[in-house]
């Protein structure tokens, strides 16, 4: 099983940016992604990276403000986040996992690693 550490979360007025860090204990999966889950909302897929071809995806919600992209010799994923609003804030998530292109591309993480999170607030 993987081990995900993340990190970077923090206060951050609107209009800011924050950058997360996922460190992976093992840089094996080939499907990184981050998730967030705001009190009493459902988890959210917010951006996922395929790492053999670099392709990545995003929710409607944060394309143009957040990238996600890997460092292979740290076996670390961000997540920058520009741009942050209000409707941002939650407990943000990095997911690994073995996963097909397509399953990849939909978040769908059925036996994925998950780390412990770090909490996003952002005030206007």
């Known amino acids: 099983q993987v081990q995900l550490v993340e990190s970077g979360g923090g206060s951050v007025q609107a209009g800011g940016s924050l950058r997360l860090s996922c460190a992976a204990s093992?840089?094996?999966?080939?499907?990184l992604g981050w998730f967030r889950q705001a009190p009493g909302k459902e988890r959210e897929g917010v951006a996922r990276?395929?790492?053999?071809?670099?392709?990545?995806v995003y929710a409607d919600s944060v394309k143009g403000r957040f990238t996600i992209y890997q460092d292979n010799a740290k076996n670390t994923v961000y997540l920058q986040m520009n741009s942050l609003k209000p409707d941002d804030p939650a407990m943000y998530y990095c997911?690994?996992?073995?996963?097909?292109?397509?399953?990849?591309?939909?978040?769908?993480?059925?036996?994925?690693?998950w780390g412990q999170g770090t909490q996003v607030t952002v005030s206007s």
């Open positions: 997911a690994a996992g073995a996963l097909s292109p397509s399953d990849c591309s939909d978040g769908y993480f059925p036996n994925g690693s």
């Open positions: 093992v840089y094996s999966s080939n499907c």
């Open positions: 990276i395929y790492r053999t071809t670099g392709s990545t």
